[in-house]
């Protein structure tokens, strides 16, 4: 298969969508401005010029998904596995690295063509008019407790509080299960924030997607442990578009995705951040 480089520039948006968020130093220090340079046209399979550039945004503090690394670049699986299909398929794009309610804003405004930052593939989305490639990779959410916590089980959260992400899988299990087992929620806008609400002790626990807490806690550091039998059955994250008219971006992504799956890219990828 003929291959194909592509333009891939990460970039914050800096016009049209304002950044919504706790404004953490956190969510500040990782929307960082990187790219890696090509050609400046790519070739379709059929030998034409395409100039297009799609712009795809995603969330800025998502490790290993989406992060800013110790040489204050933008990495992570998700970032990775879009390089490796726009290659595969020979197109152009810009990523954009908004935090996850600008980066779901800016695809539903039609500012940003679509969204890449470990979204979970569930049935309120679609209905709500997203529209998803196939599942590019299966994770569960888990309950997360502070160093040295008490807390075993759900039962053990009674009366207590949980920090969840605004608008993630991880809230839909808090919520399915505080009242049955008798706890509060409190919202939060970023990932770092959540955990720190955690840390403080403010919240006895918050939900977070199950690979990102493991290796937010290994390495960086954090004070924090998953308990075990406090987590959801797994869901596949999706890539995701919001108008059908850029049905051509997703169809190039679920192609993209099946060859370097076939090809071992994928697993190549993966195994760099999860083993």
Known sequence: MKKFLALVLCTILTGGVLLTGCGSPEKKDTAKETSVKADETTKTSDG??????WIIATDTVFKPF?????????????????????????FKYELQSLGWDAAVAAVQSGQADG???????????????WIF???????SQTFVVGEGSDIKSF??????????????????????LKEKYGFTVTVFD????????????NSAACVEDSP????????GGLKLMIPEGMESEGAPYGFAIMNKDKQE????????????KANGKYDEIINKYLK
């Open 115 to 129: 969204l890449i930052a470990g979204a979970t593939i569930k049935q309120e989305r679609i209905d709500s008019g």
């Open 48 to 53: 034409s010029a395409n100039d297009k550039i």
């Open 249 to 260: 971006l997703l169809d190039k992504f679920n192609a993209g995705l099946a060859n370097i």
């Open 155 to 176: 039962e053990d959260l009674k009366g207590k509080n949980v920090a969840v992400k605004n608008g993630t899988a991880g809230a839909d299990f808090a919520n399915s």
């Open 190 to 201: 970023d990932s770092p924030t959540m955990y720190q609400d955690v840390i403080l002790g």
């Open 66 to 90: 989406e992060y800013t690394n110790e040489k204050n670049e933008f990495v992570g699986i998700d970032v990775d596995l879009l390089a490796a299909i726009a290659e595969d398929q020979g």
């Open 133 to 139: 490639s196939e599942g590019y990779y299966n994770a």
């Open 212 to 219: 990102i807490m493991k290796a937010s806690i290994k390495e």
